[in-house]
């Protein structure tokens, strides 16, 4: 083997010689890229990454805080790089809070009749719709209280699966108002195929009805040809 043009020496006999007995054993698990972000914690009590807020306890506002997010989790760092909180990553527009992240009136607000009694009915309706009310509630839940009555009132007028499509519709474009989400449910009503009476029914014709494909046999083909013509 020709030797090192430096070190004067054979690079197989010198690993074995004096690295490989200093090498580590190699880890359980795969080394895990990672996105690193400096954040600011918002006056409302949330940092963004992506499109995603996650909540933090009110001593963070205004802190410079370092993010970490992987593909599972995000994870949140003070100054000193001492974990704070760690979060199931999520994605879209949407609102991730802990209620304990919150002052004590907050949370009591979210834990009263009127707020439960919403939460509930929205779980009745589907996952989606339950996500959406949450993030209007947190962390203003009496502001917003009356926007999400109305919002229920909404859905009691249309079927499960129409309010759960203008929920996830309403989270991706952050629409958190009663016209916006009335305008999202009424939209696909003009997509839907008209309402027929008993009455029109009996006049429906399918396409199949106005094609004609004549056959041989078929005495039509023998009037007027031009043979015929000529005689």
């Given at each position: ?62 802190h410079r805080l370092c993010l ?160 015929d013509q000529a005689t």
């Amino acid at each position: 083997m020709t030797r090192h043009g430096t070190t004067g020496e054979k690079p197989w006999e010198c690993f074995q010689a004096t690295e490989q007995g200093v090498l580590g054993v190699l880890p359980q698990q795969a080394f895990e890229l990672a996105d690193w972000k400096a954040v600011r914690v918002h006056p409302y009590q949330y940092v963004q990454f992506e499109k995603t807020y996650y909540s933090l306890p009110q001593r963070y506002v205004g802190h410079r805080l370092c993010l970490r997010a992987d593909a599972r989790q995000i994870e949140l760092y003070d100054e000193g790089f001492s974990l704070i909180k760690c979060f199931p990553r999520q994605s879209g527009r949407r609102r991730v809070s802990d209620p304990a992240d919150f002052p004590v009136h907050i949370q009591t607000m979210m834990n009263s009749y009127s707020v439960r009694q919403i939460r509930e009915q929205a779980r009745g309706v589907g996952p989606d719709t339950t996500r959406y009310l949450e993030t209007l509630l947190t962390p203003h839940a009496m502001q917003n209280l009356r926007k999400a009555m109305g919002i229920l009132s909404l859905a009691e007028k249309h079927s499960p699966q129409l309010v759960e499509t203008a929920a996830r519709q309403a989270l991706a474009a952050s629409i958190f108002h009663y016209k916006g989400f009335r305008a999202l449910l009424e939209a696909p009503q003009t997509e839907r195929p008209i309402p027929l009476s008993s009455e029109t029914r009996p006049f429906i014709r399918s396409g199949d009805y106005f094609t004609h494909t004549p056959n041989s046999s078929d005495p039509l083909l023998h009037e007027n040809t031009p043979s015929d013509q000529a005689t």
